[in-house]
Structures are given as C-alpha cells and as structure tokens.
C-alpha cells in the first residue's frame, strides 16, 4: 500500500500559476524548436516548462487556462533603442536630413516643450502602443528617465531607461555635471529593480564632450550600468566628428577608451571593416534602427557584416518623432528586406535572423538575455501571443516567415510579462487608454500652435 501511495503522489500534477495550452510555440531556443500543438507552463514570474501540450498538461494543473488554439506563441518583443516620450512629436517634422531635424525642429521643441509631465504622458501612449503591438521590454534614452522607469513599472511592462547626458543644457539638467547627478541618484533610486534597469546616455559624440564621456563611463562601472549612445548615425555626424576630431566617431570612443561591453551603441551605420573587428573585440553591441535610418536618409548599417564579426546586434525603433511608431513587427520586415535589396542578395538577413534581432538579439545587447528573448524553462514569463486567422495569415507554412513578412501588429492578441497578463484578447488591463487620448489632443493643440511654417 505504501509504494502504491508514493507511485500517486509522484504522478499527481503540479501546480501552476498559468497555462498556455493549444498553440504553435516557438521557442527560438538554440536549437530552434517549435512545438505545433505546445504549451507554456508558468509559475509565479518564471516559465517552468515548454512542451507539448498533452506532455504539459499532465504535468501541470492550474486556475488560470488561457487557449492559444489558433494562435503562434513566442517571445515578447524587444525594442532595444527608442525614445518613447517623442511619441507627443510624432509627424511634428518628416522628410528632413537628421541634424537639420534635431537642430531646426527636435531640439528647440525639446526645450520648450519636454517636462516631467510631457515625458508622462508621452511614456504612457508609447507603452500603451508598444504592448499593444507585442512588446514586452523597451531601451529609451531620453530626459527625465525615473518617469519613464515609473511608467514601465505602473504600466507592467520591462524596461531599460537611459538618463540622457548632453553638454549643453537640457529639460532637465543645466550642464554635463547636472545631468551626471541626475543619473547616478537615478542609478541608485532604481538599482535591483526585478524589471527596471536604470541606465545611462550620453547623447552622441558631437553632443557630449570627451572629459564627460570618461565620466559616465566611470559611473556606470560604478554601477554596473549599461551605457546607451548614437554612434555614427550619419554622415553629417561623420563630417562634425572629423572637424572636431580629425577622426571617426567609433575610433573617438576608442581612444577615449570608453568603448566596453556595457555599451549599447544605436545605429552604427557609416561603420568600416575595422571599426567593426574594433567594436567587436571590445563587445559592444549594436542596434539596427532600419526604419528611422531609410526615413532620415541616414545609410544602411553594414548588419550582415557585424553578424558576420560576431557583433551582438539588436533591433530597435528609434523615436516615433523619426520612425513614426513603435512597431516591432514592422521593423522586422525592414530589417530583412532592407538588406535584400541594398545588397542584391535575397539570402540576407533570412526571416529567422530577423526574428531573433527582435527577441534573443535585443535582449543580448541589453544584457538581459539570461533573462527574457526565448521561452526556456527558468526564464522570464514574458511571452505574447499572435493570432493566425486573418486574411492575411492564411494558409500559414512558416512561422518565422509570417511572422516577418505578412503578420501585422494587430494580430497580437496576449501579452504577458513576468507572468502577468498585460494585454488579453487585445484589451489592455494596466492603462486608461481614454485618458491617455484626451491628454495627447491638449498636448497636440499646444505644439502644433508653436511650429515653425
């Protein structure tokens, strides 16, 4: 009688906060593997198992079921460069070169508009879009980051918030050494935060003085932060480093010796064969910003090639003032097809190298990829799930590739992060999206009344 006892006791199911039972589950694990009918088991803020579904289910008991029948579930996305508060200067000026856009437009509008309340309200609608879009974890480097981070964290969602350091003085900082206080109380005040990871950035090299550079980069060993910068975005940068310089931006950082792998360094797109080999010895990662790029006429960054050196490359948005919005899914198709053309070559940037820049690859170069990018067990519940019964998705043959090509962001139905349901059957559950509506429209009013004809 005993060992009958001990024999139902082993094989009584385990208890789990939530179930994903029903649906195509890709895991962009190592090797890959895709379960046509799988499950996700979680407990708490972690995923405990990935499997088959019938496997799963007799493993696994809980309350909470949520049928993903019908659905591909993945990996939340990951925008690992943005500035979510510029979603308040979306469309505010387009078809302009970059630093006739920040000089003329961006930067004035910045210093008038840009407060603690305009960052507010700005983060809110970004993450109301980013999550109803599928992504679970931002990067942004703005002005104002602790209320960017207390948005992320109001709003359930991941984040890596950068407090923006210029030379010249700021919304939010008169100097370099203002802006320096303000990030380190943010580093401290932020620290251990189990989604929030508080970081620094220092603007570009034609913004933020050499002396200041060594300054955060003393700060962020201090703290173990990452630092995210513009890194040879365009040419004009490229002319304005040379004048200052009399070298390029990678090779500037380089001899500042500040280049390490806690740099996060956005756009890299006027890059040569050895300031690649250069950011990759000293592992810098690297993040594609396709969009934002083509729309400011910036170049192509030579992607192919840093995946080649063994470069940790990302994909991001970049601001929606310069993209226009915050759409991973989108970015993706322009990620691969971007490459395609501008090298003639269809085999470049395949749908499944695309698809893991916005999962795996965004979360390396954010130095959280122990952490999130692919569902395996012990790591975060962060997980979205794509449904597969538009027009548009039928009849489906490849995951990867319907999910880069032909799925749009309105196919996101679930999105949870650290095991909470943030978004179900495509209805938010942590933002007052009306009163988000109503204080855009003030804030829509009062800037299109200050812009230039």
Request: charged letters at 25%; glycine letters at 6%; aromatic letters at 6%.
């Amino acid at each position: 009688m005993k060992r009958k006892k001990k024999k139902e006791t082993a094989s009584r199911p385990q208890a789990a906060d939530l179930l994903l039972l029903g649906g195509t589950v890709l895991t962009l694990d190592d090797l890959n593997t895709v379960h046509p009918d799988g499950a996700v088991a979680i407990q708490k803020d972690r995923i405990v198992a990935v499997g088959p579904r019938r496997a799963i289910e007799r493993r696994y008991r809980s309350r909470r079921v949520l049928d993903a029948r019908g659905h591909l579930i993945l990996p939340g996305l990951v925008n690992a460069h943005s500035h979510v508060a510029m979603t308040l200067f979306r469309g505010v000026s387009d078809d302009q070169e970059l630093l006739t856009w920040l000089e003329k437009y961006m930067f004035p509008l910045e210093a008038r508009f840009v407060s603690a309340d305009f960052v507010r309200w700005g983060a809110r609608l970004a993450c109301w879009e980013m999550i109803a879009s599928g992504t679970t974890t931002f990067a942004d480097g703005f002005f104002f980051s602790e209320v960017v981070a207390k948005v992320a964290d109001e709003t359930g969602l991941r984040a890596v918030p950068g407090q923006g350091i210029f030379d010249v003085p700021t919304p939010d900082a008169k100097n370099s050494a203002a802006g320096l206080r303000r990030a380190e109380k943010f580093l401290a005040d932020w620290r251990g935060h189990p989604r929030i990871t508080p970081s620094l950035f220092p603007h570009s090299c034609y913004t933020v003085a050499p002396e200041t550079f060594r300054r955060v980069q003393q700060l962020a060993a201090r703290y173990d932060a990452p630092v995210q910068v513009h890194l040879a975005e365009s040419q004009s940068e490229m002319t304005m480093v040379r004048e200052r310089y009399a070298t390029t931006p990678v090779r500037h950082l380089a001899n500042l010796g500040v280049l390490d792998g806690k740099v996060v360094a956005a756009h890299c797109v006027w890059l040569d064969e050895e300031e690649i080999r250069l950011l990759a010895e000293h592992k810098v990662s690297v993040v594609h910003c396709p969009e934002s790029n083509m729309k400011l006429g910036s170049g192509v960054a030579p992607v192919p090639q840093m995946l080649a050196a063994g470069l940790t490359v990302g994909l991001g948005t970049d601001g929606p003032a310069s993209n226009n919005d915050l759409d991973m899914f989108g970015e993706m198709a322009t990620a691969a097809k971007l490459h395609k053309v501008h090298t003639l070559d269809p085999t470049q940037i395949p749908a499944r190298t695309a698809l893991r820049l916005a999962t795996r690859g965004s979360a390396a170069a954010l130095g959280l990829d122990e952490q999130i990018g692919s569902l395996e067990a012990g790591k975060k519940a962060d997980i979205i799930t794509v449904a597969t019964s538009g027009p548009n998705a039928l009849p489906a043959y490849r995951p990867e590739s319907q999910l880069v090509y032909a799925t749009r962001a309105d196919a996101v139905q679930t999105v949870i992060v650290e095991g909470k349901i943030l978004m179900e059957r495509r209805r938010l559950r942590s933002l007052d999206t009306e009163a988000i509506r109503q204080r855009c429209r003030r804030f829509q009013r009062q800037i299109a009344a200050a812009l230039p004809d």
